[in-house]
């Protein structure tokens, strides 16, 4: 397979290509394990585009892992903390008979539905 189908080459020079190319960090193996235990079947081709594609996002990785961010606090989520909380109130008493108006049977205060278990 050309390192072009897999990459996107414009602009960087054969040299810095074939670096690129020797400095893959997944191999075929792995991508197969990762298929077997994801129980999927892959032909060798997209084995090849799926290594193509994992090294990608650990090079994308190793990219980010560049930056300095020793001043940046740590954050444990990105948006807002949690779920506004309110008092636990009852809003809606319990009335029998208005949730029982719209039953097509009942029985006192039970809905009356026909058996299904013998």
């Known amino acids: 397979m050309d390192l072009g189908e897999c990459y996107d080459l414009r602009g960087i020079n054969k040299r810095t290509q074939a670096i690129a190319m020797a400095e893959t960090k997944i191999t075929l193996e792995q991508v197969r ?12 081709a997209e084995e090849e585009a799926l290594r193509a594609d994992m090294d990608e996002m650990l090079a994308y ?14 954050t444990t989520q990105v948006g807002e903390a949690g779920m506004p909380m309110r008092d636990d109130e009852v809003t809606n008493q319990p009335a029998a008979d208005a949730m029982l108006s719209n039953a097509p049977s009942r029985d006192r205060n039970y809905f009356k539905v026909p058996k299904i278990i013998e």
């Open 33 to 44: 394990h990762v298929a077997l235990l994801a129980r999927l079947r892959l032909s060798g």
């Open 61 to 74: 990785v190793d990219k980010l892992n560049e930056l300095d961010t020793k001043d940046v606090p740590p």
